[in-house]
Protein backbone atom coordinates (compact mmCIF):
# COMPACT_ATOMS: atom_id res chain seq x y z
CA UNK A 1 0.00 0.00 0.00
CA UNK A 2 3.07 1.99 -0.28
CA UNK A 3 0.89 4.09 -3.13
CA UNK A 4 -1.54 5.75 -0.31
CA UNK A 5 -1.07 9.62 0.01
CA UNK A 6 -0.74 10.42 3.58
CA UNK A 7 -3.12 12.96 4.76
CA UNK A 8 -2.02 14.02 8.48
CA UNK A 9 -4.57 14.26 11.19
CA UNK A 10 -7.22 12.15 8.32
CA UNK A 11 -7.51 9.01 10.29
CA UNK A 12 -8.56 8.22 13.67
CA UNK A 13 -8.09 4.42 13.45
CA UNK A 14 -5.07 4.43 15.63
CA UNK A 15 -4.21 1.25 17.72
CA UNK A 16 -6.53 2.18 20.84
CA UNK A 17 -9.08 2.97 18.12
CA UNK A 18 -8.85 0.14 16.12
CA UNK A 19 -8.88 -2.39 18.95
CA UNK A 20 -12.46 -0.62 20.11
CA UNK A 21 -13.65 -1.24 16.88
CA UNK A 22 -12.76 -5.11 16.89
CA UNK A 23 -14.66 -5.01 20.36
CA UNK A 24 -17.51 -3.91 18.64
CA UNK A 25 -17.56 -6.29 16.32
CA UNK A 26 -16.82 -9.47 18.61
CA UNK A 27 -19.70 -8.57 20.48
CA UNK A 28 -21.94 -8.93 16.72
CA UNK A 29 -23.99 -12.31 18.24
CA UNK A 30 -25.70 -12.99 14.92
CA UNK A 31 -23.57 -14.41 11.41
CA UNK A 32 -23.37 -10.81 9.54
CA UNK A 33 -23.70 -11.97 6.02
CA UNK A 34 -24.54 -8.59 4.48
CA UNK A 35 -24.13 -5.17 5.80
CA UNK A 36 -23.62 -1.46 4.92
CA UNK A 37 -21.05 1.12 6.44
CA UNK A 38 -22.21 4.56 5.70
CA UNK A 39 -19.37 6.92 5.77
CA UNK A 40 -16.52 4.54 4.18
CA UNK A 41 -13.92 8.16 3.82
CA UNK A 42 -10.41 6.13 3.57
CA UNK A 43 -11.53 2.41 4.15
CA UNK A 44 -9.27 2.06 7.48
CA UNK A 45 -13.11 0.72 9.21
CA UNK A 46 -13.84 -0.83 6.35
CA UNK A 47 -11.10 -3.27 6.03
CA UNK A 48 -11.13 -3.40 9.66
CA UNK A 49 -14.91 -5.05 9.28
CA UNK A 50 -13.81 -6.97 5.95
CA UNK A 51 -11.00 -8.86 7.88
CA UNK A 52 -12.49 -9.42 11.02
CA UNK A 53 -16.51 -10.54 10.57
CA UNK A 54 -15.30 -14.14 8.97
CA UNK A 55 -19.00 -14.36 7.74
CA UNK A 56 -19.63 -11.65 5.70
CA UNK A 57 -20.50 -12.03 2.26
CA UNK A 58 -21.32 -8.15 1.46
CA UNK A 59 -20.25 -5.07 3.05
CA UNK A 60 -21.86 -2.22 1.00
CA UNK A 61 -19.39 1.26 1.30
CA UNK A 62 -21.21 3.80 1.14
CA UNK A 63 -19.88 7.75 0.95
CA UNK A 64 -20.13 10.70 -1.48
CA UNK A 65 -16.12 11.37 -1.56
CA UNK A 66 -17.11 15.08 -2.11
CA UNK A 67 -16.01 17.99 -0.41
CA UNK A 68 -18.48 19.87 1.61
CA UNK A 69 -20.93 17.02 1.51
CA UNK A 70 -21.26 18.17 5.61
CA UNK A 71 -20.40 21.46 6.24
CA UNK A 72 -18.60 22.33 9.01
CA UNK A 73 -17.23 18.44 9.02
CA UNK A 74 -13.38 18.62 9.01
CA UNK A 75 -12.91 15.28 6.71
CA UNK A 76 -15.61 16.80 4.53
CA UNK A 77 -13.15 19.77 3.90
CA UNK A 78 -9.72 19.37 4.71
CA UNK A 79 -8.32 17.24 2.15
CA UNK A 80 -8.88 16.67 -1.57
CA UNK A 81 -11.70 14.06 -1.80
CA UNK A 82 -10.33 12.63 -4.76
CA UNK A 83 -7.56 11.85 -2.91
CA UNK A 84 -9.50 10.70 -0.03
CA UNK A 85 -11.46 8.30 -2.43
CA UNK A 86 -8.20 6.80 -4.03
CA UNK A 87 -6.82 5.96 -0.54
CA UNK A 88 -9.80 3.97 -0.02
CA UNK A 89 -9.60 2.38 -3.48
CA UNK A 90 -5.78 1.58 -2.45
CA UNK A 91 -6.89 0.10 0.69
CA UNK A 92 -10.23 -1.99 -0.54
CA UNK A 93 -9.07 -3.59 -4.02
CA UNK A 94 -7.86 -7.16 -2.81
CA UNK A 95 -11.69 -7.51 -0.48
CA UNK A 96 -14.02 -8.91 -3.11
CA UNK A 97 -16.53 -8.58 -0.26
CA UNK A 98 -16.67 -4.63 -0.49
CA UNK A 99 -19.09 -3.19 -2.63
CA UNK A 100 -17.93 0.86 -3.00
CA UNK A 101 -21.32 3.16 -3.48
CA UNK A 102 -20.14 6.40 -4.71
CA UNK A 103 -23.17 7.73 -3.62
CA UNK A 104 -25.62 9.55 -0.54
CA UNK A 105 -26.87 7.54 2.26
CA UNK A 106 -30.07 8.44 1.50
CA UNK A 107 -29.68 8.06 -2.18
CA UNK A 108 -27.90 4.21 -1.51
CA UNK A 109 -30.79 3.66 1.02
CA UNK A 110 -33.41 3.69 -1.55
CA UNK A 111 -31.79 0.64 -3.50
CA UNK A 112 -31.98 -1.73 -0.14
CA UNK A 113 -35.25 -3.83 0.59
CA UNK A 114 -36.50 -3.17 4.41
CA UNK A 115 -35.40 -5.86 6.53
CA UNK A 116 -32.89 -7.30 4.36
CA UNK A 117 -29.78 -6.32 6.17
CA UNK A 118 -27.59 -8.24 9.58
CA UNK A 119 -25.95 -5.13 10.49
CA UNK A 120 -25.66 -1.42 9.62
CA UNK A 121 -22.58 1.12 11.15
CA UNK A 122 -23.03 4.71 10.86
CA UNK A 123 -20.39 6.87 10.42
CA UNK A 124 -21.22 9.92 8.01
CA UNK A 125 -22.31 13.40 8.70
CA UNK A 126 -22.16 14.13 12.28
CA UNK A 127 -24.47 16.99 12.62
CA UNK A 128 -27.82 16.19 14.62
CA UNK A 129 -30.18 16.44 11.47
CA UNK A 130 -28.06 14.17 8.91
CA UNK A 131 -27.40 11.70 11.70
CA UNK A 132 -31.58 11.46 13.27
CA UNK A 133 -32.13 11.05 9.37
CA UNK A 134 -29.27 8.24 8.85
CA UNK A 135 -31.37 6.47 11.60
CA UNK A 136 -34.89 6.80 10.37
CA UNK A 137 -33.75 5.95 7.10
CA UNK A 138 -31.57 2.48 8.19
CA UNK A 139 -33.41 1.30 10.84
CA UNK A 140 -36.49 -0.33 8.96
CA UNK A 141 -33.39 -1.89 6.29
CA UNK A 142 -32.14 -3.98 9.37
CA UNK A 143 -33.84 -7.19 9.81
CA UNK A 144 -35.26 -8.32 13.23
CA UNK A 145 -32.52 -9.01 15.42
CA UNK A 146 -30.12 -7.52 13.58
CA UNK A 147 -27.90 -4.39 14.81
CA UNK A 148 -27.38 -1.28 13.67
CA UNK A 149 -23.93 0.91 15.37
CA UNK A 150 -22.32 4.04 14.46
CA UNK A 151 -19.07 5.59 15.19
CA UNK A 152 -18.57 8.73 17.42
CA UNK A 153 -20.65 8.60 20.34
CA UNK A 154 -18.79 11.16 22.09
CA UNK A 155 -20.70 14.20 23.69
CA UNK A 156 -17.70 16.92 24.08
CA UNK A 157 -16.99 16.63 19.94
CA UNK A 158 -20.12 15.00 18.73
CA UNK A 159 -23.20 16.19 20.14
CA UNK A 160 -25.02 15.42 17.28
CA UNK A 161 -24.79 12.04 17.06
CA UNK A 162 -25.39 11.60 20.95
CA UNK A 163 -28.88 13.32 20.65
CA UNK A 164 -29.76 11.83 17.62
CA UNK A 165 -29.01 8.20 18.55
CA UNK A 166 -30.30 8.91 22.23
CA UNK A 167 -33.51 10.19 20.66
CA UNK A 168 -33.62 7.24 19.51
CA UNK A 169 -33.22 4.52 21.20
CA UNK A 170 -32.95 6.12 24.77
CA UNK A 171 -29.34 4.49 25.07
CA UNK A 172 -26.95 2.61 22.75
CA UNK A 173 -26.87 -1.09 24.64
CA UNK A 174 -22.91 -0.45 24.90
CA UNK A 175 -20.37 1.91 23.86
CA UNK A 176 -16.55 0.95 22.97
CA UNK A 177 -13.36 2.42 23.60
CA UNK A 178 -13.22 4.45 19.85
CA UNK A 179 -16.57 6.15 20.38
CA UNK A 180 -18.52 2.96 18.72
CA UNK A 181 -22.08 2.49 20.35
CA UNK A 182 -24.55 -0.51 19.36
CA UNK A 183 -27.93 -1.50 19.68
CA UNK A 184 -29.29 -4.92 19.43
CA UNK A 185 -32.90 -4.49 17.23
Known sequence: ?????????????????????????????????????VGSYQGESTIIFAENIKTLKTLYAVDPWMNGYAPGDVCSDEY????????????????PQISKQKT???????????????????????????????????????????????HDYLAICFLGVVNAVNETFGSPDKTYEDTSWIKFL
Not at 112 to 132: A, N, P, R
Request: with cysteine; proline share 4%; charged share 30%.
Open 1 to 37: MSDLTQLPNATCRSEKYTMGLIDLIKDLNIPIETMVE
Open 80 to 95: PMDIVESNFNLRTKDY
Open 104 to 150: TSEEFSKTIEDGSLDFVYIDGDHQYQSCKKDLELWIPKVKKGGIIAG
